[in-house]
């Protein structure tokens, strides 16, 4: 059958490791039922596997077995909407690949500008934080080091003393620039976020672009972090808990 050689060609164009859908596939309504099925045969077969409802993936196999496909494949509609970002991931994936922490976990947290509910896609247990600022290219590795601050009391595999000194090496490895458009998305963060990283830029020598002025004078944040790892986060009105 004709439609049976197109599933198998569009099959053999994917490569191992992408999440597929039956859309890929440019089938018309009636013969997707039939698609269905021969997607059901390969899975029997060993050959695709199903990664959650309508969603599929070839494993790639290497001499230690099959691979699952990368977390940013099983999310990609996520992520992305006609190539523009609309989430990014953050969380425990995203602070142990900057080196804040060596947690692995199912869990994919995402930043996205709008409310949604937790989600289950396969072995993935996907939950949603409201980001206020702009999701861009150029945004996302910022706005996961201000994640990353928010979250200081969570992050697991990691004393609030070595993450102020492995998020600080982060900002003080940022251009003048980019420390400048951390401080200006800081602005749509808690307070405590920016206090905190006022505090950072001023032990590591930068500038730390008005932060102070958009902080009450007055208030104290209580957070988990020593002196000997910050010594100027008293003059940030920032006390150990």
């Not at 070595?162 to 808690?190: M, P, Q, V």
Request: proline share 7%.
């Amino acid at each position: 059958m004709v439609i049976s050689k197109q599933i198998q060609d569009t099959l053999n164009s994917i490569p191992p490791g992408k999440v597929f859908t039956i859309a890929d596939f440019n089938v018309v309504p009636k013969y997707q039922p039939a698609l269905v099925k021969a997607l059901g045969r390969q899975i029997a077969a060993g050959n695709i596997s199903k990664i959650s409802k309508g969603k599929y993936f070839k494993p790639k196999q290497t001499v230690f077995g099959s691979l699952k496909p990368p977390v940013t494949e099983a999310v990609k509609d996520l992520l992305e909407k006609n190539g523009k970002p609309i989430g990014y991931i953050t969380g425990i994936p995203a602070f142990a690949q900057m080196g804040l922490t060596t947690q692995i976990t199912s869990a994919i947290t995402i930043g996205t500008n709008k409310y949604r509910r937790p989600l289950k896609r396969g072995e993935y247990t996907i939950s949603f934080i409201v980001q206020s600022n702009a999701i861009t290219e150029e945004n996302i590795p910022l706005l996961r080091i201000l994640d990353a601050i928010k979250l200081i009391r969570n992050i697991p595999a990691a004393t609030p003393d070595d993450f102020i000194i492995n998020i600080s090496n982060l900002i003080g490895n940022l251009s003048d620039k980019s420390r400048e458009h951390l401080c200006t998305l800081a602005e749509n963060y808690t307070p405590y976020v920016r206090a905190l990283l006022g505090a950072i830029l001023e032990n590591i020598g930068s500038d730390t672009f008005g932060l102070g002025k958009t902080l009450n004078g007055v208030t104290t944040y209580k957070l988990p972090v020593s002196e000997q790892a910050l010594p100027t986060k008293s003059s940030w009105n920032i006390v150990e808990i």
